[in-house]
């Protein structure tokens, strides 16, 4: 199989050259400078915040990754331990240096503003643009290491399975005919959901904890102004950007787009897998795979070079667009060609290519027009300058209520148009292509995520710069100004980095659940009889449990994060600003709590799977992934929308945007209370809930897919 060893050997070669542009940009970043003395040590506060708390974190995943490891050596394959573990690693760096990348960014992009509106010569649109260019020099990073990464310990696998295995790694083996390839591919996704998993659950309590708690008391009670240096939850609110919203992100979308791959090759052992004296059909399905996620990467990587050069600037979200433009045209020629080169020139497009080997080619498409179209529907809901943030924003006058239920509407009506483009792309591309194009679908939404990724950072980066503007240059509020436009761009670009998430990841269940009926010789899950049926319904009532204690778990962290905020502010110096508040006590309050109440979601993630599949066997286990994905889809974008709504809709307030309510008088602080208050409540819809259920789907997805041999051979129930 020469063509995926090669394949395999270019990758690694275009993923080193990465590696070489991400140094060049991070040693242009750090020659950046940060400022003003009192920002510097700021920002080293927030760095050290950010690294106690990985630290701490990783200590929990290591034992748990250790006990899993050797737990899939000895039960499923015996290279799958290793495999996972490379996983768990290759996360572990990204989202590290992500992180601290990050934390190195933000500074120098408030140092950046703050030059810009100092320059006797200068205009507010170069000091936009500076602080823009930098802030893409810092996530760009973000984007490309998680999508380099991911397809380096993609290729290395395949690679070392082909070397050493053959072309046997694609047959069924042992007493349950596990097949070696699927295995440790599976195995090695997983790695990527359980860092996932633990970044998005512990990391989304600890900021949003902080954040609920700073805005509570210091907004709704003290109305002290975002980020006053006066209230003590301030700076770990700031931690939380980087240990949720940027580590979290990260972990996320990394993780769905391994997964894409990952099932689309174990799509296409399955389907062309059967006769190893012909490979050059799997060989080609194999390959495909590779050349999209390649070109996927170097046209992100032209896009935000780019967006980070701009002279001149008066909406950051034209920068970001233009990224997101040049990856989706530079993935399309290379799916067109890919597609030809492939399966056209050698004749080898399948029967079910409705198109002939044009039908791949429109497979990505479809896949890609659907990304793109979620993000733009999430963006129109969620956007600061859209008709629903306004109507949120003029129900806040009426009261905290009026303003929660309005974001919740906005969020519910844009579940079905999100779902039916899913719908509809997945169905598209399998009458177009058949299983094999219904997987390309999922990839092709999937294929450009550095540009998502780097968007998505560019949020939190933003927000961070804002904040040690607030603490820092108090004095001057243009330098807010500016690093707000940024924030408030970076809700927008959040929300789609959400959308792309959760919606690619329900493509991709998808995908995993028609293999899984196919892969080791077809299972039965017919959803009206008594097996699947039971899973569905024990699936939909495991996904709402799972979205009540992560809700439940957080609101008690804020409970807490409120009462130490509310004790400080009780001595007359501290809310005076007489005294500097004590940070790290909210910084440690928020990390206790996240990593003690991330143990029973995480536990019940890993482990309903294995108890589903081993007590009532593969079939029930296929209902419940339907389960699952039918309940947890919808309340997915519902509180993704809902609360990014909810933030945009508060910020309007702070922005000026709301006609006849001007700050300082009483009509504006009643109802800017009450759009704070429909923002707390939409913080953990957005940044704990929405971002851990597509998790939930996939862990399941992939651990059926990698364990069905071992269900269907030794389950305890007779149906």
């Excluded at 950007?241 to 979290?248: A, C, K, Q, S």
């Amino acid at each position: 199989m020469t063509l995926i060893n090669n394949i395999c050997y270019f990758t690694i070669g275009i993923v080193t050259l990465a590696g070489i542009y991400m140094i060049v940009q991070y040693r242009g970043l750090l020659k950046l400078p940060e400022g003003t003395a009192e920002m510097s040590l700021l920002a080293a506060r927030i760095r050290s915040g950010s690294k106690v708390f990985t630290k701490k974190m990783f200590k929990y995943v290591l034992i748990v990754a250790a006990i899993l490891a050797l737990v899939l050596s000895f039960i499923v394959e015996h290279w799958a331990g290793l495999t996972f573990v490379v996983g768990v690693i290759l996360t572990t760096i990204s989202i590290i240096v992500g992180m601290s990348v990050a934390t190195y960014t933000n500074v120098r992009a408030t140092a950046a503003a703050k030059a810009g509106i100092e320059d006797p010569n200068g205009t507010e649109g170069k000091a936009l643009a500076k602080t823009v260019n930098v802030t893409l020099k810092g996530s760009q990073i973000c984007g490309i290491i998680v999508h380099s990464s991911s397809m380096l310990g993609l290729s290395i696998i395949v690679l070392l399975s082909l070397l050493l295995g053959g072309v046997e790694c694609f047959t069924p083996s042992g007493k349950a005919d596990v097949i070696p390839i699927v295995a440790r591919l599976t195995s090695y996704s997983l790695g990527w959901s359980l860092v996932a998993m633990f970044s998005r659950v512990a990391g989304g309590i600890f900021t949003k904890a902080a954040d609920i708690g700073a805005d509570l008391i210091g907004k709704v009670f003290m109305h002290f102004d975002e980020d006053d240096p006066r209230n003590p939850a301030v700076i770990a609110d700031q931690v939380g950007d980087n240990v949720n919203d940027i580590e979290g992100n990260q972990a996320d979308l990394g993780e769905s787009f391994t997964a894409a791959p990952v099932t689309t090759i174990v799509t296409a052992a399955a389907l062309y897998g059967r006769d190893l004296n012909d490979t050059a059909l799997l060989s080609a399905a194999v390959a495909y795979p590779f050349v999209l996620a390649l070109g996927g990467l170097i046209s992100s990587i032209i896009g935000l070079f780019y967006a980070s050069h701009v002279k001149e600037s008066k909406d950051p979200g034209k920068q970001l667009n233009a990224s997101m433009i040049i990856a989706v045209v530079g993935t399309l020629v290379a799916s067109l060609a890919g597609s030809y080169l492939l399966f056209g020139r050698t004749n080898l497009a399948p029967a079910d290519f409705k198109f002939g080997w044009l039908a791949l080619f429109v497979s990505t498409l479809i896949g890609i027009g659907a990304g793109v179209l979620v993000g733009f529907i999430a963006s129109y809901y969620t956007d600061i300058n859209s008709k629903w943030a306004e109507r949120v924003a003029d129900t806040a006058k009426n009261g905290a209520a009026l303003c929660i239920s309005m974001s919740m509407a906005g969020g519910l009506i844009s579940c079905f148009f999100e779902i039916a483009v899913v719908a509809v792309g997945v169905y598209a591309a399998s009458a177009i292509a058949g299983p094999y194009g219904r997987a390309i679908m999922a990839l092709g939404m999937l294929s450009f995520i550095a540009q998502p990724i780097a968007a998505d950072a560019f949020g939190p980066i933003s927000d961070n710069a804002g904040g040690i503007a607030e603490y820092c240059c108090k004095d001057d509020h243009r330098i807010r100004k500016i690093t707000d436009k940024n924030d408030a761009k970076g809700n927008s670009t959040a929300a789609v980095g959400k959308g792309f998430a959760i919606s690619g990841a329900a493509a991709v269940v998808l995908t995993q659940l028609s293999t899984y009926r196919m892969a080791y010789g077809g299972l039965y899950i017919d959803i009206s009889s008594d097996s699947p049926m039971l899973g569905a319904q024990l699936g939909s009532g495991l996904m709402a449990m799972f979205c009540g204690l992560l809700a439940l778990f957080t609101i008690l962290a804020a409970g807490k994060m409120a009462d130490e905020v509310k004790r400080q502010f009780a001595i007359k110096e501290v809310a005076e600003g007489l005294r500097e508040p004590d940070a790290d006590a909210c910084i440690n309050i928020s990390t206790s709590n996240g990593l003690k109440y991330m143990i029973i979601p995480v536990a019940i993630n890993l482990g309903a799977t294995v108890l589903l599949g081993f007590i009532f066997g593969p079939e029930c286990l296929g209902g419940a992934q339907a389960g699952t994905l039918l309940v947890g889809l919808p309340l997915a974008i519902l509180f993704s929308n809902a609360g990014g709504l909810a933030d945009n809709a508060k910020k309007r307030f702070e922005a000026g945007l709301v006609i006849g309510f001007e700050p300082g008088t009483v009509e504006y602080d009643k109802a800017h209370d009450a759009a704070v208050q429909g923002d707390t409540v939409g913080d953990w819809m957005k940044d704990v809930v929405a971002v851990s259920v597509d998790i939930f789907m996939k862990i399941m997805g992939t651990t059926a897919l990698m364990l069905a041999p071992l269900f269907a051979a030794y389950h305890i129930l007779p149906f």
